[in-house]
C-alpha cells in the first residue's frame, strides 16, 4: 500500500517559518520525482516545488528565494522549508510523488493546511 503523510501543518504569523515533511511508503522513494503542490480556497491547485530523483529542483516564482525542498532518501522523506511566509502562502500543502516515465504513476498525500496570518 502506498501512503504519502504530510506533517507539520500549522498557522503562524506573516514572516515566520514552518517545515513541512512527507513520509512515503510502499514505493522506491529514491526513484521518485517529488513535488509540493498546494491549493487556496477558490483556487486551482498549483506546483509549488519539485525534486527530482536525482536532486534538482524547481520552485514556483511566488516562492522562489524563501521556499527549500529538499529530500532525505534515507528516511523516505521530502521537506518543504518555508520562510518568510505571506498570507498568500495560505492553503492546502499536498505532497505528490511521481513514477517512472513511459507508465507514469502518480500518488498523492492527503494534504495539509497552512494558515499564514497578516
Known amino acids: 500500500q502506498v501512503r504519502l503523510v504530510e506533517s507539520g501543518r500549522g498557522w503562524v504569523q506573516s514572516g515566520g517559518s514552518l517545515r513541512l515533511s512527507c513520509a512515503v511508503s510502499g514505493i522506491s522513494f529514491s526513484d521518485a520525482d517529488m513535488d509540493w503542490y498546494r491549493q487556496a480556497p477558490g483556487k486551482e491547485r498549483e506546483l509549488v516545488a519539485r525534486?527530482?530523483?536525482?536532486?534538482?529542483?524547481y520552485y514556483a516564482d511566488s516562492v522562489k528565494g524563501r521556499f527549500t525542498i529538499s529530500r532525505d532518501n534515507a528516511k523516505n522523506t521530502m521537506y518543504l522549508q518555508m520562510n518568510s511566509l505571506k498570507p498568500e502562502d495560505t492553503a492546502v500543502y499536498y505532497c505528490h510523488a511521481g513514477l517512472g516515465s513511459l507508465n507514469r504513476q502518480d500518488f498523492w498525500g492527503r494534504g495539509t493546511q497552512v494558515t499564514i496570518s497578516s
Open positions: 525534486i527530482s530523483s536525482v536532486g534538482s529542483s
